[in-house]
């Protein structure tokens, strides 16, 4: 059975960071990566990264946001520095495979004074 499990999320101070983790079970997946869901906003992807390693960042995110993948732990991570109140969202893990995608259950970052 595939699984994707979220950990990481909570509230942050802007400026401040966090680290968001994904670990897969079931299968091993091409591609990995996070999306985030706003309130009242369509979900949008954040940033994935391939088995081989290359990524493909929103331009929101550049600079800021770090995603790096332990393919033997079949885990993907996301390092979230310099945050800002935007930011503040439910985060899901993405997996794809062929022609099947999968998600995780997301787990919310608040980004509040």
């Known amino acids: 059975q595939v699984q994707l499990v979220e950990s990481g999320g909570g509230l942050v101070p802007p400026g401040g960071s966090l680290r968001l983790s994904c670990v897969a079970s079931?299968?091993?997946?091409?591609?990995m990566g996070w999306y985030r869901q706003a309130p009242g906003k369509e979900r949008e992807l954040v940033v994935d990264?391939?088995?081989?390693?290359?990524?493909n960042y929103a331009d929101s995110v550049k600079g800021r946001f770090t995603i790096s993948r332990d393919n033997a732990k079949n885990t993907v991570y996301l390092q979230m520095n310099s945050l800002k109140p935007d930011d503040t969202a439910i985060y899901y893990c993405?997996?794809?495979?062929?022609?099947?995608?999968?998600w995780g259950q997301g787990t919310q970052v608040t980004v509040s004074s």
């Open positions: 993405n997996a794809k495979l062929a022609l099947k995608t999968y």
């Open positions: 079931g299968t091993f997946f091409s591609t």
């Open positions: 990264i391939t088995r081989g390693g290359s990524t």
